[in-house]
């Protein structure tokens, strides 16, 4: 009976000095850096890991398997690789003290095996900016959250998804009649350098009738930053906003993650009930970074320069925005693609055309004429206006937009004097209707018109007793 006693209370001190001393430490051996990619051996980790590299002076460089060839593991690091050398030691996060503290609670909807691809996520986020990997830009200390949520959910199921159904007031005239925005759509705003998009991204942030504003300044000028914040949210927006900056200066892991994290923000409000407004600026330095990363490891570009896992990103990442079920939210999300040297078939323009919801481009020819915003109104499309408007309105903008395409075309011939009234009667109501059409779509940038003074004045434009000739 004493030797069973003395045996377990031998089994117990055992048990007690197993729990106390440290897990075994897994380590690899960092071998190569070349560029933007750092290669490791001695450790088997998925892509998506986060794991620490030490260099010798004490400090560490944070990084994420980005891909594998046999035993060798591809790394790609979130800032500077100054100061390392051969052989440094490489550790998994989860050892190394990096995880999200033991206090934050998943979201109930969210499920991920990699705990170290959770970021903080609730309502303290509002008011605050953000890095892509959820450090406070502001100065405003720690946050202090007491849920987190993983970088990249899965997919939401479609046939759960609530339609998109009613119209959305964004204070722009031009879209809330001609091109009605729906909430839980998600539309694309085209746009070449310097047209524009980002003041009018600012009228949305400001004007746009939603609980919550999630802004995402991915791959843009750092000196935007400010700006943005200060100029055009202004303490009101950006009380009820979340901004998460990812400059152009960062490495492309930090761009990537800045555009997930944005993204899990916006579905985290969602999923609590709140209309949520997202803003990407832009989605086309989102595929840049991901085209960085691509052929950093090795992957084939195929089209121009484009890798294939750039094109399978981009739907992952636009997919999560829109309506949940019956009982949560929305995400109404504008994304910006920058259409370099103003191509429309821009290889990442053609395939987030093709992605979204609908696209509302901006002319450099509008914007050099002093006109705002300068929405090209023939070039643009809402394709789920016809769900969400009324037949007088839907007809008042197909007039709309005949006569003004219809005086578009016919412009230069009508400025050099070569047109001769009488000629053609559409035309002639063209160009009599012109200066009223051209005066609806212009509006000041600090001016808000809501979607019921936008409509009433789309009305008034078309008139019964101004409407006796068009058909």
């Known amino acids: 009976m004493a030797h069973s006693e003395d045996w377990c209370s031998f089994l117990q001190n055992c048990d007690h000095l197993v729990s106390a001393s440290n897990p075994l430490l897994l380590s690899g051996t960092l071998t190569r850096v070349a560029g933007l990619v750092m290669e490791a051996v001695g450790l088997k980790l998925a892509v998506g890991s986060s794991c620490t590299v030490f260099l010798s002076n004490g400090n ?204 899990s923000i916006a579905e985290y409000f969602r999923d609590t009930g709140k209309h949520v407004l997202l803003i990407m600026d832009s989605l086309t330095r989102f595929a840049m970074a991901q085209r960085e990363i691509a052929l950093a490891i090795g992957e084939p570009p195929a089209t121009k320069g484009y890798p294939p896992s750039v094109f399978a990103k981009l739907p992952q990442l636009v997919e999560r925005a829109g309506n949940g079920n019956n009982d949560s939210g929305s995400i109404t999300a504008f994304y910006t693609v920058l259409t370099e040297g103003d191509d429309q078939n821009d290889p990442i323009a053609d395939n987030a055309r093709a992605i979204l919801d609908g696209h509302i481009v901006l002319s450099r020819q509008l914007s050099e004429a002093g006109h705002f915003p300068a929405i090209d109104i023939e070039a643009s499309i809402s394709r789920v206006m016809p769900n969400l408007v009324s037949k007088e309105q839907a007809e008042f903008s197909r007039i709309f937009k005949r006569l003004y395409s219809r005086y578009q075309r016919s412009h230069d011939l009508i400025s050099v004097g070569a047109y001769v009234a009488g000629t053609d009667p559409e035309l002639d109501q063209a160009i009599e209707r012109y200066p009223s059409l051209a005066s609806f779509l212009q509006q000041d940038m600090f001016q808000q018109e809501s979607y019921d003074d936008s409509l009433k004045k789309l009305m008034t434009l078309f008139a019964p007793q101004n409407n006796d000739h068009i058909q």
């Open 60 to 263: 560490t460089v944070s990084a994420e398997v980005v891909g594998f060839s046999g035993d060798r593991l591809f790394l790609m690091p979130s800032s500077d690789v100054y100061g390392l050398v051969p052989g440094a030691k490489v550790i998994p996060t989860e050892y190394s003290g990096e995880l999200p503290k033991v206090g934050h609670k998943q979201h109930p909807r969210r499920r991920a095996a990699d705990r170290a691809k959770h970021i903080a996520v609730g309502p303290e986020l509002l008011g605050r900016v953000l890095s892509g990997i959820g450090e406070p830009l502001d100065q405003l200390g720690p946050l202090h959250t007491e849920l987190s949520a993983p970088l990249y959910s899965r997919p939401f199921n479609p046939l759960n998804r609530t339609p998109v159904s009613k119209p959305l007031d964004v204070g722009v005239r031009a879209i809330n009649t001609l091109l009605s925005v729906g909430r839980g759509q998600r539309m694309g705003l085209f746009a070449g350098s310097g047209v524009g998009k980002s003041v009018l991204l600012g009228m949305m942030a400001r004007y746009t009738s939603a609980d919550v504003i999630v802004v995402a300044l991915i791959g843009e000028r750092g000196r935007e930053v400010k700006e943005f914040i200060e100029n055009i949210l202004g303490a009101e927006g950006l009380a009820r906003s979340v901004v998460i900056a990812a400059p152009a200066d960062t490495s492309p892991l930090l761009r990537l993650q800045g555009a997930a994290y944005a993204t």
